[in-house]
Protein backbone atom coordinates (compact mmCIF):
# COMPACT_ATOMS: atom_id res chain seq x y z
CA UNK A 1 0.00 0.00 0.00
CA UNK A 2 1.35 3.74 -0.75
CA UNK A 3 2.74 5.82 2.25
CA UNK A 4 0.51 9.04 2.81
CA UNK A 5 2.06 12.36 4.57
CA UNK A 6 0.20 14.83 6.88
CA UNK A 7 0.73 17.72 8.78
CA UNK A 8 1.58 16.81 12.39
CA UNK A 9 -1.44 18.97 13.88
CA UNK A 10 -3.63 21.87 12.34
CA UNK A 11 -6.31 24.14 14.31
CA UNK A 12 -9.54 25.40 13.64
CA UNK A 13 -11.53 27.89 14.59
CA UNK A 14 -15.36 26.62 15.86
CA UNK A 15 -17.58 27.42 12.89
CA UNK A 16 -15.17 27.55 10.27
CA UNK A 17 -14.19 24.94 7.61
CA UNK A 18 -11.69 22.54 8.78
CA UNK A 19 -9.27 21.37 5.81
CA UNK A 20 -7.05 18.69 6.14
CA UNK A 21 -4.57 17.72 3.82
CA UNK A 22 -2.36 14.28 2.74
CA UNK A 23 0.01 13.79 0.35
CA UNK A 24 -0.06 10.12 -1.07
CA UNK A 25 1.89 10.27 -4.54
CA UNK A 26 3.09 6.75 -5.23
CA UNK A 27 -0.79 5.79 -4.97
CA UNK A 28 -1.84 3.18 -7.60
CA UNK A 29 -4.78 3.01 -10.28
CA UNK A 30 -6.30 0.87 -7.92
CA UNK A 31 -6.28 2.55 -4.42
CA UNK A 32 -8.41 4.65 -2.66
CA UNK A 33 -8.29 7.15 -0.10
CA UNK A 34 -9.96 6.32 2.91
CA UNK A 35 -9.98 8.94 6.00
CA UNK A 36 -10.51 7.86 9.65
CA UNK A 37 -10.51 9.61 12.88
CA UNK A 38 -9.78 8.90 16.58
CA UNK A 39 -11.16 10.55 19.37
CA UNK A 40 -9.49 10.67 22.61
CA UNK A 41 -8.69 7.21 22.81
CA UNK A 42 -11.61 5.82 21.54
CA UNK A 43 -11.26 3.25 18.19
CA UNK A 44 -11.09 5.24 14.97
CA UNK A 45 -13.97 5.96 13.43
CA UNK A 46 -14.10 5.83 9.23
CA UNK A 47 -15.52 9.18 7.84
CA UNK A 48 -15.16 8.68 4.04
CA UNK A 49 -13.37 7.36 1.20
CA UNK A 50 -12.91 7.87 -2.67
CA UNK A 51 -11.15 6.89 -5.72
CA UNK A 52 -10.87 9.79 -8.25
CA UNK A 53 -14.36 11.79 -8.05
CA UNK A 54 -14.42 14.46 -5.36
CA UNK A 55 -17.08 12.85 -2.62
CA UNK A 56 -19.80 13.95 0.44
CA UNK A 57 -21.67 13.01 2.91
CA UNK A 58 -23.00 13.67 6.41
CA UNK A 59 -19.63 13.88 7.68
CA UNK A 60 -17.17 15.69 5.25
CA UNK A 61 -15.95 16.12 1.62
CA UNK A 62 -12.82 14.71 0.17
CA UNK A 63 -11.48 16.53 -2.71
CA UNK A 64 -9.01 14.00 -4.67
CA UNK A 65 -6.78 15.91 -7.06
CA UNK A 66 -7.08 14.75 -10.89
CA UNK A 67 -3.35 13.34 -10.61
CA UNK A 68 -4.06 11.82 -7.08
CA UNK A 69 -1.18 12.59 -5.40
CA UNK A 70 -3.03 14.11 -2.89
CA UNK A 71 -6.61 14.82 -0.88
CA UNK A 72 -7.93 17.04 1.28
CA UNK A 73 -10.64 16.07 3.83
CA UNK A 74 -12.79 19.13 4.57
CA UNK A 75 -14.82 19.33 7.65
CA UNK A 76 -17.43 21.94 6.37
CA UNK A 77 -18.38 23.63 9.85
CA UNK A 78 -16.01 22.27 12.42
CA UNK A 79 -17.29 21.64 16.14
CA UNK A 80 -15.63 21.34 19.38
CA UNK A 81 -16.13 17.75 19.10
CA UNK A 82 -14.68 17.46 16.08
CA UNK A 83 -11.27 17.44 17.91
CA UNK A 84 -9.42 14.53 17.28
CA UNK A 85 -6.43 12.76 15.08
CA UNK A 86 -7.31 12.19 11.71
CA UNK A 87 -5.33 9.53 9.99
CA UNK A 88 -5.56 9.29 6.02
CA UNK A 89 -4.99 5.60 4.93
CA UNK A 90 -4.58 4.43 0.93
CA UNK A 91 -5.33 1.10 -0.28
CA UNK A 92 -6.96 -1.06 -2.49
CA UNK A 93 -10.10 -2.63 -1.72
CA UNK A 94 -12.30 -5.13 -0.17
CA UNK A 95 -9.98 -7.44 1.43
CA UNK A 96 -6.98 -5.41 1.40
CA UNK A 97 -8.37 -2.47 3.34
CA UNK A 98 -8.85 -4.37 6.34
CA UNK A 99 -4.81 -4.34 6.69
CA UNK A 100 -4.37 -0.65 6.50
CA UNK A 101 -1.07 0.94 7.36
CA UNK A 102 -2.06 3.88 9.88
CA UNK A 103 0.55 6.78 10.16
CA UNK A 104 0.69 9.06 13.12
CA UNK A 105 -1.84 11.05 11.38
CA UNK A 106 -3.03 14.64 11.93
CA UNK A 107 -3.92 16.60 15.52
CA UNK A 108 -6.84 18.82 14.80
CA UNK A 109 -8.02 21.31 17.66
CA UNK A 110 -10.91 23.18 17.17
CA UNK A 111 -10.86 26.15 19.14
CA UNK A 112 -13.92 28.44 20.28
CA UNK B 1 -26.50 -4.55 16.71
CA UNK B 2 -23.57 -4.52 19.53
CA UNK B 3 -21.04 -3.77 16.58
CA UNK B 4 -17.23 -5.10 17.53
CA UNK B 5 -17.04 -5.72 20.77
CA UNK B 6 -13.66 -6.08 23.43
CA UNK B 7 -13.13 -7.59 26.36
CA UNK B 8 -11.54 -7.12 29.18
CA UNK B 9 -10.97 -3.10 29.17
CA UNK B 10 -8.09 -3.08 31.72
CA UNK B 11 -5.78 -5.44 32.30
CA UNK B 12 -2.55 -5.16 34.42
CA UNK B 13 0.20 -8.16 33.66
CA UNK B 14 3.10 -9.34 35.11
CA UNK B 15 6.25 -10.25 32.77
CA UNK B 16 6.00 -13.39 31.82
CA UNK B 17 2.01 -14.04 31.83
CA UNK B 18 0.00 -14.79 29.33
CA UNK B 19 -3.42 -14.01 28.59
CA UNK B 20 -6.41 -13.91 25.89
CA UNK B 21 -7.59 -10.52 24.44
CA UNK B 22 -11.15 -11.17 23.41
CA UNK B 23 -12.97 -9.75 20.17
CA UNK B 24 -16.12 -9.97 18.67
CA UNK B 25 -18.62 -8.86 16.11
CA UNK B 26 -22.08 -8.88 15.08
CA UNK B 27 -22.06 -7.57 11.56
CA UNK B 28 -21.32 -10.63 9.36
CA UNK B 29 -18.06 -9.57 8.24
CA UNK B 30 -15.21 -11.30 6.90
CA UNK B 31 -12.19 -9.40 7.88
CA UNK B 32 -10.75 -8.73 11.10
CA UNK B 33 -7.50 -7.24 12.47
CA UNK B 34 -5.51 -6.82 15.60
CA UNK B 35 -3.47 -3.18 16.32
CA UNK B 36 -1.88 -1.60 18.72
CA UNK B 37 -1.46 1.49 19.68
CA UNK B 38 1.54 3.28 21.48
CA UNK B 39 1.03 6.28 23.39
CA UNK B 40 1.42 9.56 20.89
CA UNK B 41 1.68 6.48 17.84
CA UNK B 42 -0.72 5.33 14.68
CA UNK B 43 -2.04 2.09 15.10
CA UNK B 44 0.18 -0.63 13.61
CA UNK B 45 -1.30 -4.05 12.53
CA UNK B 46 -0.15 -6.84 14.90
CA UNK B 47 -2.44 -9.88 13.16
CA UNK B 48 -4.94 -10.13 10.45
CA UNK B 49 -7.68 -12.91 9.19
CA UNK B 50 -9.77 -12.88 5.87
CA UNK B 51 -12.10 -15.54 7.15
CA UNK B 52 -12.45 -18.40 9.51
CA UNK B 53 -9.70 -20.89 9.16
CA UNK B 54 -7.61 -17.99 7.71
CA UNK B 55 -5.06 -15.48 9.64
CA UNK B 56 -1.82 -14.16 8.50
CA UNK B 57 1.48 -11.42 10.09
CA UNK B 58 1.17 -7.85 9.95
CA UNK B 59 4.14 -5.65 11.35
CA UNK B 60 4.19 -6.32 14.66
CA UNK B 61 3.43 -9.91 15.24
CA UNK B 62 5.88 -11.17 17.67
CA UNK B 63 5.15 -12.23 20.97
CA UNK B 64 0.73 -12.50 19.61
CA UNK B 65 -0.62 -15.72 18.88
CA UNK B 66 -4.32 -15.77 17.01
CA UNK B 67 -6.92 -18.11 15.56
CA UNK B 68 -10.41 -17.83 13.54
CA UNK B 69 -12.15 -20.18 14.18
CA UNK B 70 -16.12 -18.88 13.74
CA UNK B 71 -16.21 -15.69 11.42
CA UNK B 72 -17.82 -13.91 14.70
CA UNK B 73 -15.08 -14.52 17.12
CA UNK B 74 -10.87 -12.98 16.77
CA UNK B 75 -8.85 -13.70 19.91
CA UNK B 76 -5.78 -12.23 20.53
CA UNK B 77 -3.02 -14.43 22.75
CA UNK B 78 0.02 -12.76 24.54
CA UNK B 79 1.89 -16.07 25.03
CA UNK B 80 4.40 -14.54 27.67
CA UNK B 81 3.81 -10.66 28.57
CA UNK B 82 6.67 -7.94 28.32
CA UNK B 83 6.35 -4.53 29.26
CA UNK B 84 7.40 -4.03 25.62
CA UNK B 85 3.71 -4.58 24.99
CA UNK B 86 2.50 -2.23 26.92
CA UNK B 87 -0.11 -0.77 24.99
CA UNK B 88 -3.95 0.18 23.90
CA UNK B 89 -5.38 -2.98 21.52
CA UNK B 90 -7.72 -2.30 19.53
CA UNK B 91 -9.69 -5.04 17.18
CA UNK B 92 -11.41 -4.02 13.71
CA UNK B 93 -13.87 -5.58 11.32
CA UNK B 94 -14.29 -4.85 7.60
CA UNK B 95 -15.82 -6.51 4.26
CA UNK B 96 -19.39 -7.71 4.05
CA UNK B 97 -19.92 -9.51 0.67
CA UNK B 98 -23.15 -8.50 0.71
CA UNK B 99 -22.87 -4.72 1.12
CA UNK B 100 -19.76 -4.66 -0.61
CA UNK B 101 -18.09 -1.84 1.66
CA UNK B 102 -14.57 -2.43 3.31
CA UNK B 103 -14.59 0.40 5.90
CA UNK B 104 -13.60 -1.05 9.34
CA UNK B 105 -15.12 -0.87 12.66
CA UNK B 106 -13.59 -0.83 15.36
CA UNK B 107 -13.79 -1.99 18.62
CA UNK B 108 -13.45 0.60 21.93
CA UNK B 109 -9.96 -0.82 23.10
CA UNK B 110 -8.19 -2.68 25.46
CA UNK B 111 -5.64 -0.85 27.76
CA UNK B 112 -2.92 -3.44 28.33
CA UNK B 113 -0.06 -2.71 30.98
CA UNK B 114 2.73 -5.50 31.62
CA UNK B 115 5.01 -4.50 34.86
Known amino acids: DAKTTQPTSMDCAEGRAANLPCNHS???????VYWYRQIHSQGPQYIIHGLKNNETNEMASLIITEDRKSSTLILPHATLRDTAVYYCIVSSRGTNAGKSTFGDGTTLTVKP | NAGVTQTPKFQVLKTGQSMTLQCAQD?????MSWYRQDPGMGLRLIHYSVGAGITDQGEVPNGYNVSRSTTEDFPLRLLSAAPSQTSVYFC??????????????FGPGTRLTVL
Open chain 2, 92 to 105: ASSYSKSRAADEQF
Open chain 2, 27 to 31: MNHEY
Open chain 1, 26 to 32: TISGNEY
